[in-house]
């Protein structure tokens, strides 16, 4: 409302509404009242209304607080602006956010979300809607910084950032490490003191960049792709990010969507190193290993030197024994070996291809002796079983053998005739006869 005092034809729409009229006083019975004249009623433009009630909200809800739930948010508008709705159980109000605000709202505006928007009240004409013109947007029962993480955490977990299967292993064997950090912070002292006591031998190299601040999250992506590029020359083995302690705002440029995927597609190994132990980002979830602090990245990216002293010394005495058992058996072999030799040289196999044949010849006769006496055995078997069966031995029973002139033996009459000439042979002798007689 304009400070200056309004005329009787300028008063406005809801100065009607808030001021009573003057009431006329009583009449007095000594004097006749005056006819009060009816006062016409002011007749309103649409744009004269809307001005005022513009002015009139704007005086009274200049800063005011609104809470409700996101409603009809169908995204940002081509030239940045958010329009949007927030609504109760019982009643639904615009809402616009100018595109210089929308910028800075750290978390995805979503529909459903519950929040307190700070700002004003406004009457758009043109529209003929009444809005709230916001200023800032803050989560209810969360912290913007915090809904933003949660939302991004959420966002690339879908995607497979954080799966393990995903990420590379961290060799054991390391012998050049790249580091990014800050320039003189502690974190990169620290690094440096634990490197010098575990590992001297380990080849470090510095990729400077901002770990806090807005221009944060570029510096460590500038720094990554100069890592890489170094690697093609001069291979590294893992890649360091760190940044010591600090409060949750310090520690959120770590937490940056554009930081987070340039991790996840580095093509060396990565540890991610930020703040301490309960600190937790969206770097360490993409990055290939976690490390609690910057000084767990130290030690358990090298192997401890002295460890390894102790470890060699240990292989060399295992090896010195296993080297005197390989000689031990080496020099029995070489002792069999030349017992071979000597056993298979020309004159000694003579020598035992000669007993052997005197072993051979020896056997051969017992083998000769046996089988003849075996068969002189069967000769004298068949000698007495043929002479068993000997006509001369049916002679010396008192049998004879009757032959004819041409000596074969007669066993039948039918086979001779008289006046036959016969032999008759006898166990002892034999006799010539006629055949004067025959019968059948």
Not at 49 to 55: H, I
Not at 96 to 105: D, E, F, H, S
Not at 151 to 166: A, I, M
Not at 388 to 396: D, I, M, Q, R
């Amino acid at each position: 409302m304009s400070p200056k005092k309004k005329s009787e034809s300028q008063t406005s729409f809801l100065d009607a509404f808030e001021k009573p009229e003057e009431s006329t006083p009583p009449p007095q019975l000594t004097q006749a009242a005056p006819i009060a004249q009816k006062k016409e009623p002011r007749i309103w433009s649409v744009s004269e209304l809307a001005k005022d009630l513009r002015e009139h909200l704007r005086s009274q809800f200049s800063k005011i607080m609104v809470k409700g739930e996101i409603c009809d948010f169908k995204g940002m508008h081509r030239s940045g602006h958010v329009y949007m709705g927030l609504k109760d159980e019982n009643s639904q109000i615009r809402v616009v956010v100018w595109k210089g605000v929308a910028q800075k709202i750290p978390f995805e505006i979503k529909t459903g979300l519950e929040v307190i928007v700070s700002g004003s009240v406004d009457f758009y004409g043109a529209g003929g809607s009444l809005q709230v013109v916001a200023e800032s947007i803050e989560p209810l029962g969360i912290g913007s910084l915090q809904l933003k993480f949660e939302q991004l955490k959420e966002k690339l977990s879908k995607e497979g950032l954080f799966d393990p299967t995903r990420k590379k292993t961290i060799p054991d064997a390391v012998s050049r490490i790249g580091l990014i950090t800050g320039k003189s912070t502690a974190a990169l002292q620290d690094m440096l003191k634990i490197f010098a006591q575990r590992y001297p031998l380990v080849e470090l190299y510095f990729f400077q960049a901002s770990v806090q601040g807005e221009q944060a999250p570029k510096e460590v992506c500038a720094a990554i792709k100069r890592a890489e590029k170094f690697s093609q020359n001069k291979k590294l083995d893992i890649l360091i990010i760190a940044r010591g302690g600090g409060s949750y705002e310090d520690l959120f440029c770590f937490n940056d969507e554009t930081l987070a995927r340039t991790v996840a597609a580095c093509s060396l190994p990565t540890i991610s190193a930020i703040g301490h132990e309960i600190d937790f980002t969206i770097c360490d979830f993409v990055a290939d290993h976690r490390a609690a602090t910057p000084s767990h990245a130290a030690q358990e990216s090298t192997p401890d030197i002295r460890f390894l002293k102790n470890q060699i010394q240990n292989n060399l005495e295992t090896f010195k024994k296993s080297l005197r058992i390989k000689m031990n058996d080496l020099s029995q072999k070489i002792d069999f070996f030349w017992s071979q030799i000597i056993s298979k040289a020309p004159h000694n196999r003579l020598k035992v291809q000669q007993q052997v044949m005197t072993q051979l010849s020896l056997r051969m006769q017992r083998a000769m002796k046996v089988r003849l006496d075996q068969l002189n055995a069967k000769v004298q078997q068949f000698a007495a079983t043929l002479e068993a069966l000997s006509p001369l031995k049916v002679l010396e029973r008192g049998y004879s053998i009757v032959e004819n002139e041409k000596g074969l033996a007669i066993r039948s009459s039918d086979k001779i005739q008289t006046g036959d000439l016969l032999k008759i042979r006898l166990h002892k002798g034999s006799v010539l006869t006629i055949v004067k007689q025959k019968s059948e």
